[in-house]
């Protein structure tokens, strides 16, 4: 049996057991590396070549990116003005987030742009009270016609463009794709809206709550307005110059600091309080009026819900609740409302048991009781990693993302972003090295911690392309490929309408199963030749090749695209395919 018989085997084992959908996808992408590595078809390198191929780095890197984003409040932004434009309408809404995913692939890939945008979508469907799955599907074919805009779109459009370079003719211009790619976005929304009841309206195994209102319910639920004040910091006050996490070592008893904030709301963190700073302070009303008589503080109208919720909760500092665990060294401690954690960074706003308020600083705590803490966003987080201690009611990272308004670090992330994007456009770099500097970018300046960078990333992807590259491999060195493409070019004779057909037909089907870049690679090469043997231009036969190999769309690891919403979309293998060949069908009605 030759080498290429074997692969194509290994090939078909694969698919079913993808069908199958019984083992997990990694084992099944780990396993056929060692499966092509056993029959002698890659040697011990290739088995790992995948982890080290630049695609892999970008996907990772490109995951980081997108988590910086999330988390500097800039998808959560686009999120909600993709809703306010919606006007709360759910298919007026999915053309929004399918326009943008098609214009991000243009400028990211279509990796890229589903990465960055698959938090915005599934927050945007649950705020409309809807599943992902209605949404997430057509968002990943919008990003793959997207890349058909221009010739940096995706690197398959580079191979053709070098191609059509070395065979003698003119070259694609930046956007001739989009001669091919304008009339795929508008004929894919229009079909996502057409056949929106063929998608699955199926939840995920976990899927994200809507929080939009959660800083609304704690500040009720806690009664943070209740006995809440809003202090302005005199010239002649004795606080000016102390650091701002200690002014709960210059209190009376029932008062305690809630934040300090700059004369332009902006949050003092542990700087100096300064003249024109504003305090806000919880306490009876005689002990806030003494504390401030006292420390030569001017009284301002009280805060009621809406101006206190983005003095708490904004770019810098959050809340989180906690309960407390079991075995936490928290319980038989006394606890109360204003006390501060050991290093100052984070300060308890509300204490609970029994679903009832206890102020009492003689509380000692037990377990089940509930926390609301106030702090920087890097100390909740920290805080929530505690896990012995308390159990976060809800990840800080989901808070930050769904709640806060974009802040300073909104604009570094974007200058990282247009810088990424410019990188990738002029190709000064390759798109992966583009990538992973944005990345190293986004820790460097803050935008993100390395805890954060590494909570982003999607390792199931990672492993899983990592996995398969070593059959994409072996289908090249085994000549399986080679084999099958000129069987279809060879069938076509010297028809060019049949060559073109062919040659769509076996660059979309190799396109489901191994990376189009790769499959482009191998068709490429033979396009060439047979364009050349049936006399006809080279320029739409590439054309073809390229629009071939964005047409992988009908499996979840068509992809790295597709895979990325399978799991946030509760998605199936099968999903796929019915929901293109049923668009196929009535598209050529």
């Known amino acids: 049996m030759s080498q290429a018989t074997q692969c194509l085997i290994v090939l078909g084992v694969v698919i079913a057991l993808f069908l199958w959908n019984r083992l997990p996808v990694e084992i099944v992408a780990l396993g056929s590396a060692l499966l092509v590595y056993a029959l002698g078809l890659i040697d011990s390198d290739q088995v790992f070549a995948g982890f080290g ?24 932004w686009a999120g909600r003005r993709i809703v306010a434009l919606s006007g709360g309408r759910q298919r007026r809404a999915l053309v929004l987030a399918m326009l943008v995913s098609a214009a991000l692939a243009a400028l990211l890939t279509q990796n890229g742009a589903v990465a960055a945008l698959l938090p915005v979508t599934v927050s945007l469907a649950i705020t409309l009270g809807a599943r992902p799955s209605k949404f997430l599907v057509p968002l990943a074919y919008a990003a793959h016609a997207g890349t058909l805009l221009v010739l940096t779109g995706t690197p398959v459009n580079v191979l053709v463009n070098e191609a059509a370079e070395a065979a003698g003719v003119p070259k694609f211009g930046f ?53 809440a004040a809003l202090l302005r910091v005199r010239g002649d006050s004795p606080l000016v ?7 709960i070592d210059h209190k009376p008893p029932g008062v305690f600091p809630v934040t300090v904030l700059t004369a332009d709301e902006q949050t003092r963190g542990q700087d100096p309080v300064e003249r024109g700073d504003l305090l806000v302070v919880r306490g009876a009303p005689d ?23 983005p003095l708490l909760l904004n770019a810098e500092t959050g809340l989180l609740e906690v309960v ?19 290093v100052g960074d984070v300060v308890v706003l509300g204490v609970r048991r029994d679903g009832r308020d206890r102020e009492s600083g003689n509380i000692r705590m037990a377990a089940g009781d509930t926390l609301l803490l106030h702090g920087s966003w890097d100390a909740l987080a920290r805080k929530a990693d505690r896990r012995a201690d308390v159990l976060s009611v809800e990840s800080p990272d989901a808070l930050r993302s769904q709640l806060v308004p974009p ?20 190709g000064v770099v390759p798109a992966a090295v583009a990538v992973l500097l944005a990345a190293c970018a986004m820790v460097v300046l803050r935008v993100l911690d390395p805890g954060g960078a ?30 099958v493409a000129h069987t279809v070019v060879s069938a076509a004779g010297g028809n060019g309408i049949l060559l073109l057909l062919g040659l769509f037909v076996i660059t979309a089907l190799l396109g489901q199963f191994i990376s189009n870049t790769a499959t482009a690679l191998v068709i490429v090469p033979v396009a060439v030749s047979a364009a050349a043997d049936a006399g006809i231009s080279l320029r739409p036969v590439l054309m073809c090749v390229a629009i071939a190999a964005a047409a992988a769309v009908l499996t979840p690891i068509a992809t790295p695209a597709n895979l990325m ?23 050529c009605r």
Do not use: K
């Open 53 to 76: 191929d630049p695609v892999v780095v970008f996907i990772a890197a490109m995951f980081v990116v997108s988590g910086a984003l999330e988390a500097s409040g800039i998808t959560g």
């Open 175 to 227: 956007f001739d794709f989009a001669v091919a790619g304008i009339p795929l976005v508008a004929g894919t929304i229009a079909l996502a809206l057409l056949l929106e009841r063929l998608l699955p309206d199926r939840d995920p195994e976990t899927l994200p709550a809507d929080l939009s209102e959660h800083a609304r319910t704690l500040v009720y639920d806690y009664q943070l307005t209740g006995g």
């Open 241 to 247: 110059g102390l650091p701002a996490d200690t002014l």
């Open 287 to 309: 002990a806030v009026n003494s504390f401030a008589r006292q420390q030569h503080l001017e009284r301002r109208t009280a805060p009621d819900d809406d101006q206190l919720i």
């Open 324 to 342: 407390v665990s079991p075995r936490s060294r928290l319980v038989g401690q006394r606890v109360f409302p204003g006390m501060s954690s050991d």
């Open 407 to 426: 802040g300073p670090r909104a604009w570094r992330a974007l200058g990282v972003v247009a810088v990424m994007v410019l990188l990738m456009a002029t």
């Open 454 to 483: 590494y909570r982003s990333i999607s390792w199931t992807t990672v492993v899983l392309i990592g996995g398969m590259f070593p059959l994409s491999i072996a289908m090249q060195h085994s000549g399986a490929a080679d084999q």
């Open 565 to 587: 919403v399978l799991g946030p979309g509760g998605y199936r293998f099968g999903d796929y395919w019915r929901c293109t060949s049923w668009s196929h069908s009535v598209s």
